[in-house]
């Protein structure tokens, strides 16, 4: 029967590429993914486009193919399928053409297109956004970017003619594998039971590290080894379905029962009804067995076919935050803070800033948990951060400065003050047709030349 081998090369957008590299060299690979988008990573790499048409895809981009392009040199041709085309995929094919001609090696790549939906977003005003359950139009004169989840097909496409790297915009994370199941098994969107272990296929990938024991990790109560040194997964995936999750034992980190369970409930609201652009996958019924040292075999996952929705994340103009962090240290550090801290309160209103929300936080006493946890009365040290949120520049700015100034006015002792200003692009979410969107396909192919004439 026949068998992939697929590897996770990047779990988010500045992962790391030496694991990727390693799976290139000893994981007897067919295909490797990156996954490098997040939420708000598309619509801030549509900001970029917006300033310069010729960016807009990953900021690592060119730095990871380098190195995967190195390897192509030294005969590892390895196809690999990337969302880190994000705002421009188109863009990043024609960056990748011109690096490989420049070391004259042949490639041909895919640009899978049509995700970015904001020229029809007027059609959807009054669509309810998902977390505020406000319509779309109230944000509409704040929207920066629209894209949709678009799921396997288009990558199932570019592999049939012939691609040896597809990218893509903002495909849904499972989908980078699921296309390449569709494509390599010739598998059907009706295919419940197939494609619903597809996508826990792509699910389990799609963070890298943390299903290699990255996110498990917990010092002492579990260990995990060589972790300066870890590896990423791979998935092995035969045509009726069955699936295995491992790494190279070249790497340190490990693959065992319990960095899958907690991978497969990674994002998860609803094990029975997991929305991808593909179908909804059920969990429920999982089964996940240790076969063997960094080996594990992954099971009894179903679906039902798609809503026929996709998941759009709109980006937009939300607010400013100005941020002001100042160290105390010594006798009466958590004192000093806490005085420092009344002080910015009273300032604040004395000076009639207006902010629709303040945080403070005594780093290393409540940042975390707020007062659900008791703070001991006796620090050595102790950071105060405050932030604040408000719609202009000005007044974030001057949240900064109100720190800034507790270092000539009191309490004493306060050092390492940091100020940042920043502006927010935050995501609503809503749903739009599928049948609203066409997904096209775009190839670009390096031209080399004949060394041996």
């Known amino acids: 029967m026949k068998e992939i081998r697929i590897g996770s090369g990047a779990g988010y957008g500045g992962d790391r590429i030496e694991p990727a590299i390693d799976l290139m060299r000893n994981g007897d690979l067919d295909y490797l993914i990156f996954e490098c988008l997040a939420e708000r990573t598309i619509a801030l790499a549509n900001l970029e486009k917006a300033k310069d048409p010729e960016k807009g895809y990953n900021h690592l981009f060119e730095y990871r193919f380098a190195k995967v392009l190195d390897e192509y040199q030294s005969g590892n041709r390895i196809k690999i399928v990337t969302n880190m085309g994000a705002a421009n995929p188109i863009q990043a094919a024609k960056k990748l053409v011109e690096m490989a001609q420049s070391r004259n090696i042949q490639v041909k790549v895919a640009a899978v297109v049509g995700d970015d939906v904001i020229d029809r977003l007027e059609k959807y005003r009054d669509e309810v956004i998902i977390e505020t359950g406000k319509p779309l139009a109230s944000i509409m004169p704040e929207v920066i970017s629209a894209n949709a989840y678009i799921g396997a097909r288009g990558i199932e496409k570019a592999?049939?003619?012939g691609a040896e790297v597809v990218i893509t915009g903002r495909a849904a994370d499972p989908s980078l594998t699921v296309g390449i199941l569709l494509h390599e098994f010739g598998w059907k969107m009706d295919d419940c039971e197939l494609l619903g272990q597809g996508t826990i296929a792509g699910h389990l990938l799609e963070c890298a590290g943390q299903v290699t024991g990255g996110y498990y990790a917990d010092g002492a109560a579990k260990e995990v080894p060589d972790l300066w040194n870890l590896g990423f997964p791979i998935a092995i995936i035969k045509e009726d379905g069955s699936l295995e999750i491992t790494k190279t034992q070249t790497t340190g980190g490990l693959v065992n029962e319990m960095t899958c369970q907690e991978q497969t409930i990674y994002e998860i609201q609803d094990p029975q009804n997991y929305y991808t652009p593909d179908c909804i996958a059920d969990?429920?019924?999982?089964?996940?067995?240790?076969?063997?040292?960094?080996r594990v075999a992954v099971g009894n996952v179903s679906s039902k076919p798609s809503n026929?929705?996709?998941?759009?994340?709109?980006?937009?103009?939300?607010?400013?935050?100005?941020?002001?962090?100042?160290?105390?240290?010594?006798y009466n550090a958590y004192q000093r803070a806490v005085m420092a801290q009344?002080?910015?309160?009273?300032?604040?209103?004395?000076?009639?800033?207006?902010?629709?929300?303040?945080?403070f936080d005594l780093i290393g006493c409540n940042s975390l948990f707020g007062a659900?946890?008791?703070?001991?009365?006796?620090?050595?040290?102790?950071?105060?951060?405050?932030?604040?949120?408000?719609s202009d520049k000005a007044t974030a700015i001057r949240v900064a400065q109100e720190v800034e100034s507790l270092y000539t006015n009191g309490p004493y002792g306060g050092g390492g003050v940091t100020m940042n200003v920043q502006e927010v692009v935050s995501i609503a979410s809503i749903l739009i047709d599928q049948s609203d969107i066409e997904i096209e396909v775009e190839y670009f192919e390096s031209e080399v030349e004949d060394v041996t004439a």
Do not use: N, W
């Not at 009344?342 to 945080?359: D, K, Q």
């Not at 946890?373 to 408000?390: H, M, N, Q």
């Open 342 to 359: 009344e002080i910015l309160e009273r300032r604040f209103e004395l000076t009639g800033m207006e902010l629709s929300e303040v945080r």
């Open 159 to 161: 592999l049939a003619s």
């Open 372 to 390: 659900t946890l008791p703070c001991p009365g006796d620090y050595s040290e102790i950071r105060l951060r405050v932030a604040g949120r408000t």
């Open 283 to 294: 969990f429920s019924q999982i089964t996940i067995e240790q076969t063997g040292v960094d």
């Open 308 to 330: 026929g929705k996709y998941k759009v994340s709109v980006g937009y103009h939300d607010c400013f935050i100005g941020e002001g962090q100042i160290s105390y240290g010594g």
